[in-house]
């Protein structure tokens, strides 16, 4: 129940966040380290990445492939982020620099979220231990 209460959390934040990509591109843009080519394409394909993990996620025919995607994608905006943060500002925003260097190690509780609620298997209860005097399984 709780790694499904968390999916739920996650893909929602995955969806304001893709939505954020074209509600307010300017922001985005700025992030983009100058060295990327495109940067416009590059937040449009961002925020489409994002609804799609977020909706792949939710489906468990797709969920294992939306996660790798979702980590795949985190790894990938990991320099804009870092960009911002060397920057000292984030365009758009009134993040402080103290939240611009948060922002870098919480990409990992980012990741190590999508493994467990996409990737990691569910697993019950461990089977009982046998008692006394039960045979082994198999033998």
């Given at each position: 129940m709780t790694r499904i209460v968390f999916r739920w959390l996650l893909a929602a934040f995955f969806i304001?966040?893709?939505?954020?990509?074209?509600?307010?591109?300017?922001?985005?843009?700025?992030?983009?380290?100058?060295?990327?080519?495109w940067p416009a394409g590059l937040n449009l394909v961002a925020g489409v990445c994002e609804l799609m993990?977020?909706?792949?996620?939710?489906?468990?025919?797709?969920?294992?492939?939306?996660?790798?995607?979702?980590?795949?994608?985190?790894?990938?905006?990991?320099?804009?982020?870092?960009?911002?943060?060397?920057?000292?500002?984030?365009?758009?925003?009134?993040?402080?620099?103290?939240?611009?260097?948060?922002?870098?190690?919480?990409?990992?509780?980012?990741?190590?979220?999508?493994?467990?609620?996409?990737?990691?298997?569910?697993?019950?209860?461990?089977?009982?231990?046998?008692?006394?005097?039960?045979?082994?399984?198999?033998?």
């Open positions: 304001v966040a893709g939505i954020n990509h074209f509600r307010v591109p300017d922001a985005y843009i700025a992030m983009i380290p100058g060295w990327l080519p993990g977020a909706i792949g996620i939710l489906l468990p025919p797709l969920r294992l492939a939306a996660g790798w995607g979702l980590i795949a994608l985190l790894v990938a905006v990991f320099p804009a982020n870092l960009h911002v943060a060397l920057m000292g500002h984030m365009p758009g925003t009134g993040f402080t620099q103290a939240t611009l260097w948060l922002r870098l190690p919480f990409q990992g509780v980012l990741i190590a979220w999508v493994a467990w609620v996409a990737i990691a298997e569910e697993r019950g209860p461990p089977p009982p231990e046998p008692g006394p005097g039960t045979p082994p399984a198999g033998g």
